[in-house]
């Protein structure tokens, strides 16, 4: 398991006086929201409190970036998620993301508005994006980020730390001597702040001529992949261990994941077996996942498996084995055998919660399915501490 570094940060050589005039010119945290047809990511409100708490420590303003076509709302969103400034540049050229004109807008923000931190979601659109924006910045950019912290004053460096050489250590990067200093950052790493539409905050447009006739790249059709698996923003993953036993066993997780309106998820062993697409491991070598509530089914609990899904908010494991270390972390712990068990959690799913509707599919999440009473009932027996 990667370990974090005590961090002993060298000595910063002393700046020229060119050098420290840029450091002491930038000021503030900048959070580049992702947003698909005015629907904004959970990365970029996960970013966004992370943002916070990084802002209050330096003492300084959080800002959000809001880029796209008729997404006004989304940068009132920002704010309630915690940003003290939205900048929104609305623009018909920036309606479908494509790296030209979407960097060539971030850069001019950014350059007008000078943040010392820039933090993008490590999505594939935010991947390119960050790419884009620090060469042109010419500045340093950690990719995949999952710690992100702050030296105090004076220094205000950014700590970016990450996993690397196959996960087996962390390593925690530095931009001494250039600004802003970027990094993306894994989708959920960190915690949104629970929005409040009360927080009072400015929407700033920006924007100045983007015109279609520079950007190369033509956007001909959009097409959804209907099996697209979206585990980071599933509200209910209902996954699947070793002990699922084979495909099947998946096909009854399935049915479990739809009635709750949710996604399956799975351990690396599932997926190394075949049992399902390598698009659904959650862990360390997959993804990490936040959702409301997750269900362990057949799942041992090792620590790379734990480290993607110990930030949800209820964890069920149903292990027969009592001794299993995912019942450490668990809130709800069903010992029995699954076969058994998820059948019967199908059962009282549909009864508390109706047939489902038309349409109702995996990744198909109603959040009318899963908000009110929580979908799993029980007495908290055999709960522990987590972690
Ligand atoms: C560098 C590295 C990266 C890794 N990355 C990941 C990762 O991203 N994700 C990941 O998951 N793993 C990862 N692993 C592997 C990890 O260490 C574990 O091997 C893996 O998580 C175990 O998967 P499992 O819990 O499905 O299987 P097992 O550990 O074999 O556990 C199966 C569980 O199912 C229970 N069980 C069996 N039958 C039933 C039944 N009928 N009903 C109920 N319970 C039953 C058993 O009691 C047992 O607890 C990584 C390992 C390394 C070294």
Partial sequence: MARVPKRASEPVPPETPAEAQVLSEHEGILVIVEQRLGQARSVSWQLLGQGRRLADKLGTKLMALVLGYRVEPVAREAIAYGADVAYLWDDPVLERYRTRPYSEAAVHVIRAEKPEIVLVGATYTGRDLAGAVATRLETGLTADCTLLDVEP????????????????????????????QMASARPGVFEALPPDPNRSGRVVRVGSTLREEDVAARV???????????????????????????????????????????????????????????????????????????????????????????????????????????????????????????????????????????????????????SGASPVHGTREGVQDRG
């Fill in 153 to 180: 004053p004076p220094t205000r460096l950014l700590q970016a730390s990450r996993p690397a050489f196959s996960e087996k250590l962390m390593a925690t990067i530095l931009c001494k001597k250039r600004r802003p």
């Fill in 220 to 370: 001909l059709d959009f097409i959804q992949d209907p099996d697209r698996v979206n585990l980071e923003d599933a509200t209910v993953i209902v996954a699947g261990g070793r002990g699922v036993g084979g495909p099947q066993g998946f096909q009854l997780l399935r049915q479990l994941a739809q009635v709750l309106g949710g996604e399956v998820g799975a351990s690396r062993p599932a997926v190394e077996a075949g049992w399902i697409d390598r698009a659904h491991q959650v862990g360390q070598t997959g993804q990490t996942v936040r959702p409301k509530l997750y269900i362990a089914c057949g799942i041992s609990g090792a620590v790379q498996h734990l480290v993607g899904m110990e930030g949800s908010q209820v964890i069920v494991a149903v292990n027969r084995e009592p001794d299993a270390p995912i019942f450490r972390v668990a809130d709800y712990r069903i010992v029995g055998d699954l076969h058994q068990v998820v059948p019967a959690l199908i059962a009282e799913a549909r009864r508390r919660l109706g047939p489902l509707d038309e349409g109702d599919a995996p990744g198909n999440q109603s959040a009318v399915r899963t």
